[in-house]
């Protein structure tokens, strides 16, 4: 898709999904007006009334059997997402079996959503009263998710809503859109109830308008300005938003260098470096900056990029030509302050080269701020705590790795790292489904992860008898 169209989609009954590879379109979406959100919203909600007293097993049988129809349907549902966003056939895959799992850890949460009784003694006539305390469903989430992950991010939001009895409408990036409104199909196969979960699409113009509508909560991933934008959109709605993050990596002399390396590239390659949580920043201690970059550069020699439909394609492409010439041009920025190319830095449409740049300095337009590419940027440093100050001085606190087994400096990093999680001996971009996700300052509100997640979209209620 042209930026011309990109800017004009708003106005068009219907977009075009073109592979970034190709270019072949791979699929026609409808663009959902603001008329027809409100609509499906109002939808949701009666839905969501029939369904906010479902017990936990009802919701786990749900999210169940739909992981079980993406089972059957996981070759499809891989083939969807990387044709759409360029990913390669490996990753999509990865990709199909984690929202399986987010699903199924969603409807285990959901038997464990547990209330608490607290006695009232402690106040002056409450010596025979109990508070219980329980959780109920908020009523309609809204779930606005980004084209990197477009299935299990989509999952994460899905999942927990689910489980805590609530209604969900989806707007998917207009970038990649076909995996979202594949769920639904199988969410509607799988025995759901047609209008307990919907999906709407389009650009801006469609995500404002789901944040206008009469939602309970809204669930956003992308960027810090979007993010923003919609919850001053939102009102007084409940936000939970993961908006990116500048990620560090922090290599220490006692570190397996070999596993770093292999790190550094498995968390900075994956969908060609447009993960928020990958390895943005890579801080080299000087005692081994010079044997680490050397395994680097061996190792990011040996990446296949290229053609995502092939088995033995290690990188894909970026999302478009516009992704790729906004990612060249911070490169040649740098390059022109004075930083050094090690290898890479160029392009072939959507195809980015895998690049190292060293000499960085920390005002560098390809750490400056969040770069969606498969770009490593390394800076040396000799003092953890000058590198820990120089990290928290971002305005981003996705989360960060560190590559030591010095307790004591395990103890510093794990304590003194503004960032919403700490990665030991292991990249920023490590994830495990259940487990809280999210950071502070400019990268996010709350937390995503099935067991937070849960609570984040219920009430609690307090009845005192």
């Not at 305390?133 to 939001?157: M, R, S």
């Not at 009895?165 to 799988?190: D, I, T």
């Amino acid at each position: 898709m042209t930026q011309a169209q990109r800017l004009t989609l708003e106005a068009a009954d219907a977009f075009l999904v073109r592979n970034p590879f190709t270019g072949i379109t791979v699929g026609e979406i409808a663009v959902s007006t603001a008329s027809e959100i409100a609509a499906t919203v109002a939808r949701a909600k009666a839905a969501q009334h029939g369904f906010r007293r479902s017990t936990p097993a009802e919701r786990r049988a749900l999210l169940n059997a739909l992981a079980a129809e993406i089972a059957a349907d996981a070759e499809n549902l891989a083939l969807i997402i990387s044709s759409e966003m360029g990913k390669t056939i490996r990753e999509a895959r990865n990709e199909v079996r984690r929202a399986q799992n987010t699903l199924k850890l969603s409807g285990d949460a959901a038997t464990f959503l547990d209330g608490e009784a607290l006695h009232c003694a402690i106040v002056e006539g409450g010596a025979d009263r109990l508070a219980t305390i329980t959780y109920e469903p908020v009523g309609v989430v809204g779930a606005i998710t980004p084209f990197n992950y477009p299935l299990n991010l989509l999952c994460h939001k899905l999942g927990p809503a689910i489980a805590a009895g609530n209604a969900v409408v989806a707007k998917p990036s207009p970038k990649a859109p076909l995996a979202a409104a594949r769920l639904r199909e199988l969410a509607l196969k799988a025995g759901w109830p047609a209008d307990l979960f919907q999906i709407v699409h389009g650009a801006a113009e469609a995500a404002l308008s789901l944040a206008r509508s009469p939602i309970d909560l809204l669930s956003f991933t992308g960027g810090p300005g979007a993010g923003l934008a919609l919850k001053n959109a939102s009102g007084l709605v409940r936000c939970l938003m993961e908006l990116g993050g500048n990620d560090p990596l922090f290599v220490l002399p006692d570190a397996d260098l070999d596993k770093a390396v292999a790190t550094t590239i498995g968390h900075r390659f994956e969908i060609a470096g447009q993960s928020c949580a990958a390895v943005k920043k890579l801080y080299l201690h000087k005692d081994i900056e010079k044997i680490f970059t050397e395994k680097l550069l061996a190792a990011v020699d040996a990446v296949e990029f290229g053609d995502p439909s092939l088995d033995e394609t290690d990188m894909g492409t970026v999302i478009d030509l516009a992704a790729a010439e906004a990612v060249a041009a911070r490169v040649n920025a740098t390059v022109a302050s004075g930083a050094m190319l090690l290898t890479g830095g160029t392009h072939d449409g959507t195809v980015f080269a895998p690049t190292v740049i060293s000499g960085i300095e920390p005002n560098s337009p390809v750490i400056a701020d969040e770069t969606f590419g498969p770009i490593i940027a390394i800076r040396s440093f000799t003092d953890a705590r000058e590198a820990i100050a120089e990290v928290n001085a971002s305005t981003y606190g996705l989360q960060a790795g560190v590559f030591t087994n010095d307790h004591a400096l395990i103890k510093t990093f794990s304590r003194d790292l503004v960032v919403g999680g700490v990665m030991i001996n292991e990249g920023p971009d490590f994830r495990a489904e259940h487990v809280p996700f999210g950071g502070v300052k400019r990268s996010g509100l709350g937390r995503e992860g099935v067991r937070i997640a849960l609570r984040e979209m219920s009430e609690p209620k307090v009845v005192i008898d």
